[in-house]
């Protein structure tokens, strides 16, 4: 593992305090999952595998006898919760799309799971369909505690500063006074990637000059915008020790602009809420570990067989914690190669060699910069705009055109189209002249994938 310095007073504090007083509050259970996460990380790959398939006959047993959908499902198909012994047996029930879940959300949820508990969230994932769905608050400790763990293989300990550049899918706009209270506990300081021009560049390299984070995370596009500010200008004032990157795929190139930049080392990350989806790199940065005590991450080819290691699949999931609203061999829209072998490091963590498909444009301003499309797609997914339509694609014609698809649905309201006009034009800096287009749906490639946000223009 990474050599580590000594823990300091106030990682101390906020480890063995803060985050236990937060969980109190919160009615969460974050310190306890993560002190056992912290040590499965270590089991052997048996040891993982029989937690894993233990954990799933539960939620096989729950699904059947508290989510109608599932009960029925195993009616119509002639089978009991005792055929699914093993995630090798998950084979036996179908893949389920994010359309079957929208179509009748209801039929998902636990007859056993008191309404008044349900967290709800809504998601893009990478296909950029707005995708709601529900959850509780032990699944909402595992995801943290999944997450917390994640960042120590980069060497973070809780309370260590760290900044966050990203848009409201990290960040969370409206945040609740609970997670505003783990923000400041844990010393992270959040930025907008909104609006990353020249002049916010400057702002933000100044900020984090004053506030020296041990560790930068956010979306590779705004890191790297920085990254480049500060390798243009020579500057040697921000040392983090470590940076995480995640949301979007992270190029080779961007990896060495950052790392050349900030003089430390790249650990990406992937994640997907809606399915549990949580793999990341250790300093071995031989793959990413997959969180098996999450979720079940399976890799299927076009016929739904099982690929190779090395091979591209697509990415199945089946969350082992959300017990108030069970997805199965869920399609959460992304592509990934498993990998072959353990990880040198010694963690049992099997490794997923590489996410393919999570494409995130750039839109080119009519100055010519690139900005990361990533925080465009905001808009779309929190507030009424969300409610309003089903999916959405933007496509940018030309520097100054775009054209915005969008499918509504039921719930849509009028003024919608004004609302997004007004966040682009605030986000892009100018007036863009946009043409929306209503469809009935968004076309796909053969893989299943579509890029949100596609641009037209050259660089
Ligand atoms: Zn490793």
Known sequence: MRPQS???????FARHIALPINDAVAGTDIVRRLRFFEKSQWWSPVDLQE???????????????????YH???????????????????????????????????????RDVKKTTLIENATSGSTGQVFRFYTDRTNLSVSRAIALRAWNFSG??????????????????????????????????????????????????????????????????????????????KLDTVHPVGIMTTA????????????????????????????????????????????????????????????????????VL??????????????????????????????GLPLLEKVTGRTFEHIVLPDGRLVPSMVLTDVFEHGKVATAIADYQVVQEAKDRFIVILVANKDYAEGTTDV???????????????????VEEIPRTRANKRTIVVSRVDR
């Open 6 to 12: 000594p823990p300091s007073l106030f990682n101390t």
């Open 51 to 69: 937690y894993q398939d233990r954990r799933l006959r539960g939620v096989i047993e729950r699904a059947y006898s508290t989510v109608p959908y």
């Open 72 to 110: 029925d499902l195993f009616c119509s198909l002639g089978l009991l919760p005792s055929d699914i012994r093993t995630a090798d047996d998950l084979l036996k029930l179908p893949v389920l799309t994010k359309d079957e879940v929208r179509q009748n959300p209801d039929a998902f949820l636990s």
């Open 156 to 233: 973070y300990r809780v309370g260590d500063r760290m900044v966050t550049l990203a848009g409201s899918a990290l960040l969370a706009e409206n945040m609740s006074g609970s997670r505003k209270l783990q923000f400041a506990l844990s010393r992270n300081m959040p930025l907008s990637s909104y609006h990353l021009d020249e002049k916010s560049v400057i702002d933000y390299i100044s900020r984090i000059e004053r506030f020296q984070p041990k560790y930068l995370r956010g979306y590779p596009t705004s890191i790297a915008l920085l990254a480049e500010y500060v390798l243009e200008r």
């Open 248 to 315: 979007e795929t992270l190029s080779k190139q961007q990896r060495s602009i950052i790392s050349a930049a900030f003089g430390c080392e790249v650990f990406d990350q992937f994640g997907c809420l809606d399915g549990g989806a949580h793999a990341c790199e250790c300093d071995h940065h031989a793959g990413y570990h997959i969180a098996v005590e999450r979720a079940v991450h399976e890799f299927l080819d076009m016929n739904g067989d099982p690929v190779a290691p090395g091979e591209e699949g697509r990415i």
């Open 318 to 347: 089946t969350d082992l914690w959300n017990d108030a609203m069970p997805l199965i061999r869920y399609d959460a829209g992304d592509m990934g190669v498993p990998g072959d072998g353990a990880c040198s490091c010694g963690r």
């Open 420 to 438: 997004i006009s007004q966040y682009m034009k605030e986000f892009l800096g100018f007036e863009p002249k946009i043409t929306f287009s209503f």
